[in-house]
């Protein structure tokens, strides 16, 4: 597809339980991030990935969150044992690369993550 | 500090009219880049609009223009003739070329009023 593209676009689990977000990024951007959005708020910044390069992991809330990206393209982003805090909208975008100055993100439709 | 700041949670804005939705932002490095997105109710964030801090000119798409203050550090979306579909939440957000990260403002939520 053209755009960043997510699944599942909703997640009902129970606490706990593991889940697992994807993320498609757009063609050729070798830039890609991942957000959380709760109800109301701001976008909280959780992890940065460019090309092959070590993942920036600094947003990230706490040890339960972790994410991957295979082969420069699509990424994981894995909520183990979730608590009911977690829930919130997980949004993905992603962007050319990191020395354009004109670097914009193009956001997914995101994942409502709602925790029982 | 907070490095982007919207003091407006809610503006209300009469169809055809012009808005200014505020935008301050914090940085000490000279070069950056300033972005406006619009997230309806339905949840994607939409990229509307970008300023380099180093471009001579304010950027302008369609309806949408940016009031770049720099000396100020205020980066002001004016959307003009606003129309019913502009009802959304705007965002305005930073990038520095040091850093990963972009920096995200709280928000604005428009209302525009028929």
């Known amino acids: 597809g053209a755009g960043v593209s997510q699944s599942p676009s909703n997640k009902v689990t129970e606490k706990g339980k593991d889940v697992e977000l994807r993320c498609d990024p757009i063609s050729g951007h070798t830039a890609l991030y991942w957000y959380r959005q709760s109800l109301g708020q701001g976008l909280e910044f959780l992890i940065y990935?460019?090309?092959?390069?070590?993942?920036?992991k600094s947003g990230l809330p706490s040890d339960r969150f972790s994410a991957e990206r295979t082969g420069g393209s699509v990424s994981t982003l894995t909520i183990q044992r979730t608590q009911q805090e977690d829930s919130a909208v997980y949004l993905c975008?992603?962007?050319?690369?990191?020395?354009?100055?004109?670097?914009?993100?193009?956001f997914g439709a995101g994942t409502r993550l709602s925790v029982l | 500090a907070q490095k982007i700041t919207q003091t407006q949670p809610g503006m209300f804005v009469q169809e055809k009219e012009a808005v200014t939705l505020d935008c301050t932002y914090d940085?000490?490095?000279?070069?950056?880049?300033l972005f406006w997105y619009k997230q309806p109710s339905s949840g994607e964030m939409i990229f509307l609009i970008y300023q380099g801090s180093y471009d001579q000119q304010n950027a302008t798409e369609g309806r949408y223009s940016l009031n770049f203050q720099k000396a100020r550090k205020s980066a002001n979306l004016v959307i003009s003739a606003s129309q019913l579909g502009d009802s959304a939440m705007y965002f305005c957000?930073?990038?520095?070329?040091?850093?990963?990260?972009?920096?995200f403002g709280t928000g604005t939520s428009l209302t525009v009023i028929p």
């Open positions: 957000a930073m990038r520095e070329p040091t850093g990963n990260q972009f920096y």
């Open positions: 940085t000490s490095d000279p070069s950056y880049g």
């Open positions: 975008a992603s962007s050319l690369g990191r020395n354009l100055a004109k670097n914009i993100q193009y």
């Open positions: 990935f460019q090309g092959n390069s070590a993942p920036d």
